[in-house]
């Protein structure tokens, strides 16, 4: 006796593969380099918030993630380590898109992160910051302007140095 398969199971999986393989995320227009990254507040995990206007002269790495994204999950030691080599010289910021404050705060407990972590629940940072996927990392340079952009993961490894790399030509900027 054949075993069918079920078509909504499989329609379902070939969904969750293309979003997989489209670093968890839809199809957008991403900023480009040279665009004035747009401005925002945002609740920070520590109970402060955070404006990006007021980080203007200094660099700032901007990362989008979720806690189901595993690419995402799975370079977040590269951010605490760029957290913990450029101290106050850079901001760090990861905004998670669109999950609740709760989800969020059980991963950092776990995860034991000290880098700065904002919650974008009903995707309104998100929604400025449009990308073909997550994570999405942009570098946003001394004067507002987005230097370069970093869509998908290759690892926290690869990605600390390719991070690495543009925070220290835009430091020298």
């Not at 969904?15 to 839809?26: K, Y």
């Not at 980080?55 to 370079?75: D, H, R």
Request: aromatic share 10%; hydrophobic share 35%.
């Amino acid at each position: 006796m054949k075993k069918r398969i079920r078509k909504p199971g499989l329609c379902f999986l070939a969904v969750l593969c293309l979003i997989w393989l489209s670093g968890c995320g839809g199809v957008h227009q991403e900023l480009g380099q040279e665009s004035t990254a747009p401005d925002f507040t945002v609740k920070l995990s520590g109970g402060e918030s955070f404006t990006l206007s007021d980080a203007q002269g200094k660099v700032v790495l901007l990362n989008f993630w979720a806690t189901w994204c595993s690419p995402c999950v799975e370079e977040m030691p590269a951010l605490e380590k760029i957290y913990q080599e450029y101290g106050e010289q850079i901001e760090v910021l990861a905004v998670d898109c669109g999950e609740e404050k709760a989800v969020v705060d059980r991963f950092l407990k776990e995860k034991d992160y000290s880098f700065p972590v904002a919650y974008d629940e009903n995707n309104e940072v998100s929604a400025k910051y449009p990308s073909d996927g997550i994570p999405y990392t942009l570098i946003i340079g001394k004067d507002g302007k987005v230097t370069e952009t970093f869509t998908g993961s290759m690892g926290a490894e690869a990605q600390y140095k390719m991070y690495r790399r543009a925070l220290k030509e835009a430091v020298a900027q």
